[in-house]
């Protein structure tokens, strides 16, 4: 089965600049995750979806990040204004469902460098 | 927040030697799953334990859980070069992963 996509797979902006990333997790995955994941860190979780509602987004800098799973398929994740300390690679993962025990399969991921 | 913290940070091995690793966390779990990253595939799933079982095994891996001192080891045996990775523990707590910092493993040939 074709594993999550996720593009771009680089992306270099300057400070204050907006940014978008698409995924699209694995068909038939109800559950999708949005991660970032800072140089030497393990990934940190900032929204999930189940479906195309959020289940949990309290890690989400709302102020400049905002995401949305239309359709409940396939995913973007925006940051306006970007930061500095935005620089990181950001995840997006889906399971087949949010309940517990499951593992979550992950995309190559988004390598964001802002200057 | 990240709950889960791996012990050591670097590990460098020979090829064929084992690697043990641990994972230390602070709150109760339902399970906690240990993941793989490396550049060329990305982070990979590799076992889940859960809370209810102390020993896991999946090829040459061997996972322990003791939730008594809330601490779980991954051990692999007869390392590859293909092993070096980094490797997260990730807990399940109110149905949602934290990860933890890592363990940088290096397989030397």
């Known amino acids: ?115 | 927040s990240q709950q889960g913290e791996e012990d050591p940070q670097a590990l460098s091995i020979q090829e064929g030697e084992n690697a043990t690793m641990n994972c230390s966390y602070k709150t109760s779990i339902n399970n906690l799953q240990w993941y793989r990253q490396n550049s060329g595939r990305g982070l990979v799933h590799l076992i889940l334990i859960r809370s209810n079982e102390r020993e896991k095994h999946s090829g040459r891996l061997r996972v322990t859980l003791d939730t008594s001192k809330k601490s779980s080891s991954l051990l692999i045996t007869a390392s590859r070069a293909a092993d070096t990775a980094s490797y997260f523990c990730a807990t399940d707590n109110d149905y949602k992963l934290s990860f933890g910092a890592g363990t940088t493993v290096t397989v030397r040939a």
Not at chain 1, 79 to 107: H, M, R
């Open chain 1, 1 to 115: 089965e074709a594993g999550v996509a996720q593009s771009p797979r680089y992306k270099i902006i300057e400070k204050r600049q907006s940014v978008a990333f698409w995924c699209n997790p694995i068909s038939g995955h109800a559950t999708l995750y949005w991660y970032q994941q800072i140089l030497g860190q393990g990934p940190k979780l900032l929204i999930q979806f189940q479906n195309n509602g959020v289940v949990d987004d309290s890690q989400l800098p709302k102020d400049r990040f905002s995401a949305e799973r239309l359709k409940g398929v396939d995913s973007t994740l925006k940051i306006q204004p970007a930061k500095l300390e935005d620089s990181a690679v950001y995840l997006c993962a889906s399971s087949p469902t949010s309940g517990p025990p499951y593992e979550q399969y992950f995309g190559p991921g988004t390598r964001l460098t802002v200057t």
